[in-house]
């Protein structure tokens, strides 16, 4: 485990689309201009954030085939900016319900290299994080059809908090709702 390089940013873009299930890809694609490549702006949003110091990767053959990216969320959570993408309120929404958590925004495993504990290790980190920062809670935000992650996700102790409904717009995609899910971590850990 070590913390993500922008050399790092193809595979980082692969993972966060992987997390997202395809919305970031979405989203690129909307981005790029015409005859721009969206995983290039992927891509590039990926180093930018490893050149900032926000993505532990698990690294395997020199390849990151895990990451993870959160932040804590403030005990006062702004209002939803007016401009905010219809698709991403919701989520927005749920994220607002969870102040001092720290948030695992991305976690995801390369298909290859799932099943050998990755997540869980990542999890696992994260919690050393919110500990690090005096938090006690922990929240992340899973589709309702994820099963596999939603397994992950009870297992390490996570519990539902609330949902929302998935604003699919043109993106093509399962399930029907977000699920904010929220851990307590033990006091003085």
Do not use: C
């Not at 290039?40 to 954030?49: M, N």
């Amino acid at each position: 485990m070590r913390m993500a390089h922008p050399d790092d940013a193809l595979e980082l873009a692969e993972l966060v689309n992987y997390a997202g299930e395809g919305l970031p890809l979405h989203v690129w694609k909307k981005l790029a201009s015409a005859g721009k490549d969206p995983w290039e702006i992927g891509r590039q949003r990926q180093a930018k954030r490893a050149q900032s110091g926000q993505i532990v990767a698990i690294e395997s053959g020199g390849r990151a085939v895990a990451a993870l990216t959160g932040y804590a969320i403030p005990e006062q959570p702004g209002p939803i900016p007016d401009e905010m993408p219809a698709i991403f309120r919701p989520l927005q929404e749920l994220e607002n319900l969870a102040p001092l958590t720290w948030h695992v925004n991305v976690i995801a495993t390369m298909p290859d290299y799932r099943r050998r504990g990755f997540g869980k290790q990542l999890l696992d980190t994260a919690e050393a994080i919110a500990q690090s920062e005096n938090l006690n809670a922990m929240s992340l935000i899973v589709k309702d059809a994820n099963r596999d992650a939603r397994r992950l996700y009870e297992r390490a102790g996570y519990r539902e908090a609330a949902r929302r409904l998935i604003l699919k717009e043109d993106w093509q995609t399962r399930g029907q709702e977000w699920v904010l899910m929220v851990k307590r971590l033990p006091q003085g850990a």
